[in-house]
């Protein structure tokens, strides 16, 4: 699997929140995991919130899974997700993905078919990640269709 990573510009914050409904779903918001790294800091605990079940497809399921995977295991990915150290070791070290205070950076993970955008907290009692993943098509038309209207 191809993945790329880059820091979240400011005009994209907006996608590592929740929206209303009918808005999630316009921008093929397939849902979000959110999870904390326990007081220890080693730990990956985590719930799923879907919005879009129809776009939450085996395929789509596999390749989440793999990304999630790559960035708590895999040296090659920073091990931005292995634990709470590497959390913090990775956002202070990428101030470019600061939301300009010390709680919030936020990366964009690309694959070929997905966009996921995630919102990092390397604090400890805090959740550590909100990841929102999308149908990269329909993101990009909803971005496109904004643009036109405003």
Excluded at 9 to 33: A, D
Aim: aromatic share 14%; net charge negative; glycine share 6%.
């Amino acid at each position: 699997m191809n993945m790329s990573i880059r820091p979240i510009i400011p005009g994209e914050r907006e996608f590592t929140y929740s929206q209303e409904q009918v808005i999630m779903e316009q921008m093929g918001c397939i849902g979000y995991l959110r999870a904390d790294m326990d007081s220890s800091g080693k730990g990956f605990y985590s719930t799923w919130n879907d919005f879009r079940t129809d776009l939450k497809t085996p395929a789509f399921k596999g390749e989440f899974d793999a990304v999630i995977n790559a960035l708590r295991f895999d040296d090659a990915y920073s091990g931005i997700l292995k634990n709470r150290d590497s959390l913090a070791r990775y956002c202070y070290s990428h101030p470019d993905t600061s939301y300009g205070n010390s709680r919030e950076y936020g990366i964009r993970v690309d694959t070929e078919d997905h966009a996921y955008y995630m919102r990092l907290n390397p604090h400890k009692g805090e959740y550590n990640l909100y990841c929102y993943c999308y149908k990269s098509s329909l993101l990009a038309a909803y971005i496109r269709d904004r643009r036109e209207h405003e």
